[in-house]
């Protein structure tokens, strides 16, 4: 049974405009979520995070929002910039299980000029 | 400079062979993971090595044997593989602490078992 899910194998925005990548969960005790971009024949590079204190965190123009209520996390891009186009990865963990990261299929995001 | 390395970036190898994965951090850090990424599935983790210590395998066959000789270096020996063995095989690591730490992946090492 999959924990953590990106429900959308691939998302297309225009340059400039807003990139929402979502991810559900189904683990209530998750309490540190992370996002990872990865370029083909690289590997996944870490993003930003958010703790489940937390509803929301900001690093430029990456912004992650958390819903504990609903399970739910996503990832806001903003503005989209066409080096943005990779695979989007989310990841989750419980606590006190230092070593173990769950992480979703991922979503594929092209964007275009 | 990365801060993880890998290699080879590429490996092609017959079933019988024996082959090994090298995954190098520069990062500090005590710990060190493999993950094996095949199309369309989520990463799996396989194994998870603390101060060179082996905390977790992930039910993972024994035709594939990790080894951490220090906490800088992890190698994954590989022996008798099968063509569903073919994936990408990534090395991260990590500073362990309670709470929030996060994983620094490798570029990864493309295997394909023919």
């Known amino acids: 049974d999959q924990q953590v899910k990106q429900n959308s194998p691939s998302l297309s925005v225009q340059e400039g405009r807003i990139s929402i990548l979502n991810c559900d969960y189904t683990?209530?005790?998750?309490?540190?979520f992370l996002w990872y971009k990865k370029y083909p024949a690289e590997g996944p590079t870490f993003l930003i995070s958010i703790s489940s204190i937390k509803d929301k965190n900001e690093d430029g123009r990456f912004t992650v929002f958390l819903n504990k209520s609903a399970k739910h996390l996503s990832l806001h891009i903003v503005p989209s910039q066409p080096g943005d186009s990779a695979v989007y990865f989310c990841a989750a963990k419980r606590p006190y299980n230092t070593d173990k990261l769950i992480f979703g299929t991922g979503t594929r995001l092209q964007v275009f000029p | 400079e990365t801060g993880v390395t890998q290699t080879p970036r590429h490996l092609v190898m017959g079933m019988t062979n024996k082959k090994s994965l090298k995954c190098e951090q520069h990062?500090?850090?005590?710990?060190m993971y493999w993950y094996k990424q095949s199309a369309k599935k989520p990463l799996e983790l396989m194994f998870v090595?603390?101060?060179?210590?082996?905390?977790e395998n992930n039910s993972v066959p024994s035709r594939f044997s990790p080894e951490c000789p220090n906490s800088s270096h992890l190698f994954l020996h590989l022996h008798t593989l099968q063509p569903e063995d073919s994936a990408l095989y990534l090395c991260?690591?990590?500073?362990?602490?309670?709470?929030?730490?996060?994983?620094?992946f490798g570029p990864g090492t493309r295997l394909l078992v023919l």
């Open positions: 683990n209530s005790m998750f309490d540190y």
């Open positions: 991260a690591s990590s500073q362990e602490l309670v709470g929030e730490e996060t994983q620094y």
């Open positions: 090595y603390n101060f060179k210590e082996q905390t």
């Open positions: 990062l500090g850090h005590n710990a």
